[in-house]
């Protein structure tokens, strides 16, 4: 298969590579390995190591390290928790199980929170940095890596919590980590990782097969009449794979494996991915340079440079609906259409999320109009290219 024809993906786990594949494959040999042993801390104290911060507690998810977070605070029933539209439903949803109220605020063009918020959002990865003091939490699930004035993003709230799954900087496919300095906050941290427990050595399993079956068979078919896709599918309602968003988080209920602690296994992936970290985030760089430099004269409205990690080069054209069509039914292309609503998936229901149609309008009107462009690992300079040949088209 050339190049000409390859699929370009942006969202089936796309920093996976030859070596966390063979690691996963010796992983689905090992199952003893699967639920304890000494990644897990070993993973902890180098990401807190990392960040430069006191704590650092690792969960199978990054809405299970907000949910322990939020817990931790224990927050009076029914407050209010005031976070941005433009998000996904794994964030609201921690607020909805702590018996807590989401409150949203509107967005400003470069996607982030236009105005006071509880919970910063580092949207895409570029920081939020107007809206970070000592009482905030940050969601740094777009944003492992990114720094304002030479400090890590993570380490200017209260608390903050990554993401590690199948689309984020680095991923073990499920997986979350919540980090403090606060000495009395981690202590109640650490006591709910421990009541959460494991998940299953089912769901460990699912995860783990996750990269060997998108390396072997679904990514190789995903232009083949859509075999990959329909084999993704058929994978997942077979329960052999996870899905990213399931059905009972789409209307505000909690599955049964959240939240739980990160197993084992998971957290080997996850230290192999984070030993890669700064070579995929210089990568990302290198690409969003190209963009720039390629679309510059374009109608497009390019991201913000400053302080971005580019976890995905987010644009803007009038059109986005229908450039994202065709450019994966005439160039097998699968750009990002990461939000097309105010909270997403699109199938999430709004008034479980407690959201109002014309409450936030301009992150309605962003969500009409924004596409992302890949940088993953996976992504050499000849598919940029030929992304960006294909987006001069809509000039």
Not at 148 to 165: E, L, Q, Y
Not at 287 to 313: D, G, H, M, W
């Amino acid at each position: 298969m050339t190049d000409k024809f390859r699929p370009i993906s942006i969202s089936l786990s796309p920093n996976v590579q030859k070596d966390d594949v063979v690691l996963a494959l010796k992983l689905l040999f090992k199952p003893w390995k699967w639920k304890r042993g000494s990644a897990i801390k070993n993973f902890e104290k180098d990401f807190a190591k990392y960040l430069g911060v006191k704590y650092a507690f690792s969960f199978n998810s990054g809405r299970s390290a907000f949910y322990a977070i939020l817990k931790a605070l224990d927050l009076p029933k029914g407050s209010d928790v005031m976070l941005q539209a433009f998000t996904c439903n794994a964030v609201v949803n921690p607020i909805l199980w702590a018996g807590l109220n989401p409150v949203y605020v509107d967005v400003a063009d470069d996607f982030n929170a236009a105005g006071k918020v509880d919970i910063v959002q580092h949207t895409f990865g570029l920081p939020n940095a107007s809206l970070l003091n000592e009482s905030v939490i940050e969601d740094c699930a777009h944003a492992l890596g990114a720094e304002i004035n030479g400090r890590k993003v993570g380490t200017f709230g209260k608390a903050g919590f990554f993401s590690f799954s199948r689309d984020k900087v680095i991923s073990c496919v499920y997986g979350g980590m919540a980090v403090t300095n606060d000495d009395e906050l981690a202590k109640k941290i650490e006591t709910l990782q421990q009541e959460f427990g494991m998940p299953s050595l089912f769901w460990t399993r699912q995860q783990i097969m996750h990269p060997v079956l998108l390396h072997f068979i679904i990514l190789p078919l995903y232009n083949f009449f859509d075999v990959g896709k329909v084999f993704l599918v058929l994978s997942q309602w077979l329960y052999i794979l996870s899905k990213a968003v399931s059905w009972q988080e789409k209307r505000g209920l909690k599955p049964d494996y959240f939240p739980k602690a990160l197993p084992n296994a998971l957290a080997m992936m996850a230290q192999y991915q984070f030993n890669k970290l700064e070579k995929f985030n210089a990568h990302r760089k290198q690409i969003a340079e190209f963009y720039y430099q390629e679309l510059a004269s374009t109608k497009f409205v390019l991201p913000k440079k400053e302080n971005n990690i580019f976890l995905r080069f987010a644009i803007q054209h009038p059109k986005a609906t229908e450039i994202l069509y065709e450019a994966w039914h005439k160039e097998k292309m699968l750009l990002g259409d990461w939000y097309t609503t105010p909270i997403v998936p699109d199938d999430t229901n709004m008034e479980e999320m407690k959201y109002q149609p014309g409450q936030c309008p301009n992150a309605e009107y962003l969500a009409k109009r924004t596409l992302n462009l890949p940088t993953h690992i996976n992504i050499s300079m000849d598919d940029a290219r030929r992304v960006a040949i294909f987006l001069k088209k809509w000039k």
